[in-house]
């Protein structure tokens, strides 16, 4: 089975489908992010990411956030101050979203998520990454995996397991999300993000989500 975690661009014709929210949490028991998406037109879905995954990720998030932030015709020696700003923005939107959303969930009931092996949903491991920025300034990420747990013990193929537009807002709020797990699960990223701010506490809450909107 191969677990390489990579990344292409851009996408094969291969159809995704498409989901609006990813809510992450770690499993210290699996070492793994474990991802929980809704997908339109089909059944949610698991994903677990891996370090290498992870860091994956943010790399290719990164890279594009000058492009997706208008920044590639301006100095460069100007967008740390920008991005800055607009990664404080987002995440001040994040805060006013979640707490629309705890009250939402306080007077509906909330419903803590299920860890994998209890939550009857299909499950992948995370292998493939293809990002795009679109032409309405949304940046397109589309994961490829191995079913799992079949994977472990049988050849498999990847398959296409969903695509998510994001704003930049909502990639300011992946990136911070991500950081915080990666904090949580007390693994090293070797990434230099000067821009942005270290959380107050070294500890995180049990989940974390990012909407696309």
Not at 113 to 137: C, D, F, M, R
Not at 170 to 193: R, Y
């Amino acid at each position: 089975m191969s677990s390489e975690a990579t990344a292409s661009t851009p996408a094969n014709e291969q159809t995704y489908p498409v989901s609006q929210k990813l809510n992450i949490s770690f499993s210290a028991l699996e070492d793994r992010l474990i991802v929980h998406a809704e997908r339109l037109q089909t059944d949610p879905v698991i994903m677990l990411f891996t370090r290498r995954m992870t860091i994956l990720v943010l790399q290719q998030i990164i890279a594009r956030l000058p492009e997706l932030s208008g920044l590639t015709k301006t100095p460069a020696a100007y967008w740390q101050d920008v991005l800055q700003m607009t990664h404080q923005q987002a995440m001040q939107a994040k805060t006013e979203a979640d707490k629309s959303a705890a009250a939402a969930s306080k007077a509906e009931g909330e419903t803590k998520p299920k860890s994998p092996a209890s939550s009857g949903q299909t499950i992948y491991l995370a292998t493939e990454l293809t990002v795009q920025l679109n032409t309405n300034q949304r940046l397109m990420l589309a994961f490829r995996g191995l079913r799992m747990p079949e994977a472990m013990t049988q050849s498999q193929q990847h398959q296409p397991v969903l695509a998510i537009p994001l704003t930049v807002d909502n990639v300011h709020q992946l990136i911070e999300l991500l950081i915080i797990k990666c904090q949580e699960a007390q693994w090293h990223l070797p990434l230099d993000l000067p821009w942005l701010s270290p959380p107050e506490a070294p500890s995180a809450p049990v989940g974390g989500s990012v909407m696309q909107h």
